[in-house]
């Protein structure tokens, strides 16, 4: 049986066990199986893959997507470029696991948004500046769209939430939300941003899934807003990830 499945840390929200799991049953595929693997810590990580000989492929989330690259031997292209990795393949050379990171979050997140853009989205917030923001600012970049990131924290180049207005708000018509506020259990915590200043020109992305519409999501499509949840961008990126694993 060869082994799939997601590592991070509290992954008790993920659907992505789910997901596979049909994904077999309906498309009868035989031999693999896609478990999860709550990892807070990657120290023993090498120690870890090496004793579970059967693992072919993994999924990363929160909070190891830029962390896990100093483990692993190479990194694709698009994922060097981003810095930050969602998938690992793993492989044997010389009797030891080789293991190449990929970035299959930027591939959901753009085919998930260009469809709903319009001509005056052409400025986006990303809150947050974890791994996932990277890949949302790789994909936006390759959109053409231009972006400033916001953080709890003062950096170079960055907006803390302290500097965000109603102005801001509503001269950036693409506001995507990577940070885990929000996500299930926790769902009543929500970005700490301007409301006000969203409005019908307004097309708001939360990368979480579960719950479906987020008190994020709620607030801006209450403003008039078009959102969208990170529900179509996870079977995306499986999908990707998927085809990585079994090439």
């Known amino acids: 049986m060869k082994q799939l499945g997601l590592m991070g840390n509290k992954l008790g929200h993920s659907f992505s066990k789910q997901y596979f799991e049909e994904k077999f049953r309906k498309e009868n595929i035989e031999g693999y199986s896609y478990d999860v693997f709550p ?11 090496s004793e579970n000989k059967n693992i072919i492929g993994l999924s990363v989330t929160i909070p190891h997507k830029i962390n896990i690259i100093q483990y692993l031997d190479e990194l694709d292209e698009e994922a060097k470029a981003i810095g930050a990795v969602n998938t690992i393949k793993v492989t044997n050379k010389s009797g030891k696991a080789f293991l190449k990171g990929y970035n299959t979050d930027v591939f959901g997140f753009t085919e998930s948004l260009k469809k709903h853009l319009l001509p005056h989205h052409h400025n986006a917030l990303i809150l947050g500046t974890g791994g996932a923001s990277k890949a949302c600012g790789y994909g936006l970049e390759k959109l053409e769209i231009s972006y400033q990131k916001v953080s709890r924290n003062k950096a ?63 607030k801006a499509s209450a403003n008039g807003a078009f959102v969208i949840n990170g529900l179509e961008m996870l079977h995306l990126q499986a999908e990707k990830a998927w085809g990585i694993w079994i090439k």
Request: aromatic share 10%; with cysteine.
């Open 39 to 49: 990892i807070a810590s990657l120290e023993h990580f090498r120690d870890w893959i």
């Open 156 to 218: 170079k180049g960055v907006l803390t939430y302290n500097d965000l207005s109603e102005e801001i708000i509503r001269d950036n018509t693409i506001i995507v939300n990577t940070t885990p506020l929000g996500m299930f259990p926790d769902i009543e915590s929500c970005p700490d941003i301007p409301y006000s200043g969203i409005g019908q020109n307004h097309l708001i992305f939360d990368l979480i899934y579960n719950p479906g519409e987020t008190l994020f999501l709620k």
